[in-house]
């Protein structure tokens, strides 16, 4: 079964409903033993990270999601839910975030004509080959609302890049452990795409045990 997690915060509706289109079904859960048996994970999220943090540690969900990552199942951060994979975020005067991938999460900058939030549709320059983004055109638009990019501390877990005042990482992937700054829920085609290529490696999983 491939999981979506609940924590208050995120389109998750809109996500299941996507993989539905596509033929696969999802779990909207908040029960982190649920978690911990799904085949594949997704983290999505929209808000504050400082809430998204203090919700997933008040339902016990960090924990799973660690082990989750830590299992090798598939996983899948989308937006808020990328930014949570990372130590640490500059928002709301710094917070500790799960520490599953290094590196920080940093807001955009502003200026030349430029406007934070980052809402729309925007470019993506693919910068090597992942699963998760593989049949993708060369440089597909998707889209994207943040406020803030995340800056990894390992350059080799960027996927792809998008431009906006600078080149931010825009999907990130380390073994089975994806994140993607855009919501591919409403990214038409492409994000289908991206959320079939996720939907498929999780259906190679089996319900587990932690």
């Given at each position: 079964?491939?999981?979506?997690?609940?924590?208050?915060?995120?389109?998750?509706?809109?996500?299941?409903?996507?993989?539905?289109?596509?033929?696969?079904?999802?779990?909207?859960?908040?029960?982190?033993?649920?978690?911990?048996?799904?085949?594949?994970?997704?983290?999505?999220?929209?808000?504050?990270?400082?809430?998204?943090?203090?919700?997933?540690?008040?339902?016990?969900?960090?924990?799973?999601?660690?082990?989750?990552?830590?299992?090798?199942?598939?996983?899948?951060?989308?937006?808020?839910?990328?930014?949570?994979?990372?130590?640490?975020?500059?928002?709301?005067?710094?917070?500790?975030?799960?520490?599953?991938?290094?590196?920080?999460?940093?807001?955009?900058?502003?200026?030349?004509?430029?406007?934070?939030?980052?809402?729309?549709?925007?470019?993506?320059?693919?910068?090597?080959?992942?699963?998760?983004?593989?049949?993708l055109p060369p440089e597909p638009y998707v889209y994207f609302v943040h406020s803030y990019?995340?800056?990894?501390?390992?350059?080799?877990?960027?996927?792809?890049?998008?431009?906006?005042?600078?080149?931010?990482?825009?999907?990130?992937?380390?073994?089975?452990?994806?994140?993607?700054?855009?919501?591919?829920?409403?990214?038409?085609?492409?994000?289908?795409?991206?959320?079939?290529?996720?939907?498929?490696?999780?259906?190679?999983?089996?319900?587990?045990?932690?």
């Amino acid at each position: 079964m491939l999981a979506i997690v609940d924590y208050g915060m995120g389109n998750l509706h809109s996500v299941a409903k996507a993989l539905r289109r596509l033929g696969f079904d999802s779990l909207i859960t908040d029960d982190p033993e649920q978690v911990l048996r799904a085949g594949a994970v997704i983290l999505p999220g929209v808000g504050a990270y400082a809430d998204a943090m203090a919700a997933l540690r008040s339902r016990g969900l960090d924990g799973a999601l660690r082990q989750t990552v830590a299992s090798g199942r598939p996983f899948l951060g989308i937006c808020l839910g990328l930014q949570l994979l990372f130590d640490y975020s500059e928002e709301n005067g710094g917070v500790e975030g799960l520490g599953i991938l290094p590196g920080r999460v940093r807001r955009l900058p502003e200026g030349s004509g430029l406007k934070v939030p980052h809402m729309g549709w925007n470019r993506l320059d693919l910068t090597r080959p992942t699963a998760l983004l593989h049949g993708l055109p060369p440089e597909p638009y998707v889209y994207f609302v943040h406020s803030y990019y995340v800056d990894p501390a390992e350059a080799a877990v960027i996927a792809a890049t998008s431009p906006y005042g600078l080149p931010f990482a825009a999907a990130v992937s380390r073994g089975h452990c994806h994140g993607l700054q855009f919501h591919p829920e409403k990214s038409s085609d492409t994000g289908l795409r991206i959320l079939s290529n996720f939907a498929r490696l999780a259906a190679g999983g089996e319900e587990r045990t932690a």
